[in-house]
T-cell receptor, first 115, second 110 residues
Framework: GAGVSQSPSNKVTEKGKDVELRCDPISGHTALYWYRQRLGQGLEFLIYFQGNSAPDKSGLPSDRFSAERTGESVSTLTIQRTQQEDSAVYLC?????????????FGQGTRLTVV | GEDVEQSLFLSVREGDSSVINCTYTDSSSTYLYWYKQEPGAGLQLLTYIFSNMDMKQDQRLTVLLNKKDKHLSLRIADTQTGDSAIYFCAEIGGYNKLIFGAGTRLAVHP
């Protein structure tokens, strides 16, 4: 597609359930990022994929969070045993990665509400 | 480590200039960026500056870079209500990873 696509756009889940969020990056973009943005707050880095390199997972807040990426395409962010504190907008971005001027393109986000 | 810092909030009157400041840590960053997030939307690139430049002007936007102090600023002239948004500063860190500040929320009032 023309841009970064995220699904679902909204997700309401019960506390304790697992959720899976999906990101389709722009074709050809080797770099992919996941961020969390709580209501009224800034971006919180979660994870960074760059080509075939080992992902930078330094931002994952707990072992309940994990992410995978298949080659240079789709990525899924999984949150196990969701908690109310996980409620936020989860943003995905992709970029060319290996270019020196590496503009990141963002999806519209998935709004997760844990009740 | 790699870090980008911004003040969290700025309030200006319509028609005045807004100046949003940012400090970064990676002196090797080749490009520095300003992104804008409007309510309910993702981030979009607003402007960028190459590290060998001191200033870049683009219509109402002026970016100033002080490499010695690792300080980046974004000036918006004649600020309008449509400029109300969150503005994020970003640098390029190791492995070409973009590192964002927490964002500055700009509120424009009449």
């Amino acid at each position: 597609g023309a841009g970064v696509s995220q699904s679902p756009s909204n997700k309401v889940t019960e506390k304790g359930k697992d959720v899976e969020l999906r990101c389709d990056p722009i074709s050809g973009h080797t770099a992919l990022y996941w961020y969390r943005q709580r209501l009224g707050q800034g971006l919180e880095f979660l994870i960074y994929f760059q080509g075939n390199s080992a992902p930078d997972k330094s931002g994952l807040p707990s072992d309940r969070f994990s992410a995978e990426r298949t080659g240079e395409s789709v990525s899924t962010l999984t949150i196990q045993r969701t908690q109310q504190e996980d409620s936020a907008v989860y943003l995905c971005a992709s970029s060319l990665g290996y270019s020196l001027n590496t503009e990141a393109f963002f999806g519209q986000g998935t709004r997760l509400t844990v009740v | 480590g790699e870090d980008v810092e911004q003040s969290l909030f700025l309030s200006v009157r319509e028609g005045d200039s807004s100046v949003i400041n940012c400090t970064y840590t990676d002196s090797s960053s080749t490009y520095l960026y300003w992104y804008k997030q409007e309510p309910g939307a993702g981030l979009q690139l607003l402007t960028y500056i190459f590290s060998n430049m001191d200033m870049k002007q683009d219509q109402r936007l002026t970016v100033l870079l002080n490499k010695k102090d690792k300080h980046l600023s974004l000036r918006i002239a004649d600020t309008q209500t449509g400029d109300s948004a969150i503005y994020f500063c970003a640098e390029i860190g190791g492995y070409n990873k973009l590192i964002f500040g927490a964002g500055t929320r700009l509120a424009v009032h009449p």
